[in-house]
């Protein structure tokens, strides 16, 4: 399977500009879950941009009716 890595960057919420996973989704999961956090995708932006996308942080938002 070939990586749509320039397609996967137009939907890339991701504020972290020396990243090198940016597009290269399976890479960007794989990275987060292993350290208890999901990817910036997975947040909106103003969350994003804090840089806590704990699973906690996640949960919290959930709970709150805000995703």
Excluded: W
Aim: charged share 30%; hydrophobic share 25%; glycine share 4%.
């Amino acid at each position: 399977m070939e990586c749509e890595q320039e397609n996967n960057q137009t939907g890339c919420n991701c504020s972290y500009e020396p990243c090198s996973r940016k597009g290269i989704c399976c890479e960007c999961v794989r990275y987060h879950v292993r350290v208890r956090e999901l990817p910036a995708c997975c947040f909106p932006n103003e969350v994003e941009k804090t840089y806590d996308s704990s699973f906690e942080r996640f949960a919290d938002l959930v709970v709150s009716g805000k995703i």
